[in-house]
């Protein structure tokens, strides 16, 4: 018989007042994946994470993690999850070590603390106390903290938000390694070259509800062109055709987005000749034009019309 969902929610519904911050979500979170859940602010997200660890009470729908439901198996449940916060504040006069020891002693199981601490790779700090540790070593020692339960299934809220580079490259492998040993992961973040490298699948919400869910590839194929095509223009009588630029050769699409004329093309080389002579003829003055492969972040936007982080 294999093995339940970690997560699955159908018909997930949070009202307050006469807001609606979860309007019917549908959502399948399976085993072993480190599934990246998107949105702006406001969009519902959170909400959701802490309906499904159990920290909120939805108003209607079925909510299973790892196959179990909060109102009849929270013990069950609270000795198989955990979570990382973005802000986690440690008791400053405890080492690294002490620490960790504190929070295997909460759990019936868990892993050995020596082996948590190399997981993190802080063995040069298990005597150090946590006021001295820099944010990239309080950050580890928070999610180490999070898997010495060895968990099941492990959510992140914005794990890496205020590192550095490298500190949050080390987060990263610590991650990598967790799912590679068999755990699942709902990770929430801002950045989406983070969500592109752990990300199995990523499910984007806005107004509460789920508006794409894929792998990052697949949503970056959705764009239509593997390349975005970014344009300012002078001041106008009248705005760029979209539909006229859109469907030239090799462009796929063509928007506004913050004042910018945004396209995205399958073939640079084919498809600028014919978007500047297309302005040109329309009177339109080029100010300035960039271009960049296609991310997340253009997915993002595309969908939502705002940066992530807005």
């Known amino acids: 018989m294999s093995e339940p969902d970690a997560v699955s929610c159908r018909g997930l519904v949070k009202e307050y007042d006469e807001v609606v911050a979860v309007d019917g979500l549908d959502l399948t979170v399976r085993r072993g994946e480190c599934f990246g859940l998107l949105g702006p602010n406001g969009a519902g997200k959170t909400t959701t994470v802490e309906i499904l660890e159990g920290l909120l009470e939805p108003t209607s729908g079925e909510v299973l993690v790892l196959g179990k439901t909060w109102e009849r198996d929270e013990h069950w449940l609270r000795e198989r999850i955990s979570l990382s916060l973005q802000q986690t504040y440690l008791p400053d006069k405890l080492t690294v070590r002490e620490t960790i020891r504190l929070f295997r002693s909460f759990f019936a199981r868990g892993r050995d603390v020596e082996d948590t601490i190399r997981m993190v790779a ?5 005597k150090a106390k946590y006021e001295t540790l820099s944010g990239g070593q309080r950050q580890r020692l928070a999610v180490a903290c ?38 699942s992961v709902v990770l929430t973040t801002h950045y989406m070259d983070e969500a592109e490298r752990l990300c199995d699948r990523v499910g984007v919400m806005d107004h509460g509800k789920l508006i794409a869910l894929g792998t990052p590839e697949e949503l970056i194929r959705s764009l239509g062109g593997q390349e975005i095509v970014e344009l300012s223009l002078a001041e106008a009588e009248h705005a760029p055709d979209l539909a006229a630029l859109g469907s030239l050769p090799a462009v796929h699409s063509a928007k506004m987005q913050a004042g910018r004329l945004v396209l995205a093309v399958e073939e640079l080389h084919v498809a600028l000749p014919g978007v500047l002579a297309a302005l040109a003829a329309a009177g339109l003055v080029l100010e300035n034009l960039s271009t960049h492969r296609a991310t997340l972040e253009d997915v993002f936007v595309n969908l939502t019309g705002r940066q992530l982080r807005e």
């Open 146 to 183: 999070a898997l010495v339960s060895d968990p099941d299934l492990l959510f992140l809220d914005e794990p890496t938000t205020g590192l550095d580079p490298q500190s949050r490259r080390m987060l990263w492998e610590v991650i990598v390694a967790y799912k590679r040993g068999g755990g």
């Open 122 to 126: 802080l063995e040069e700090k298990a």
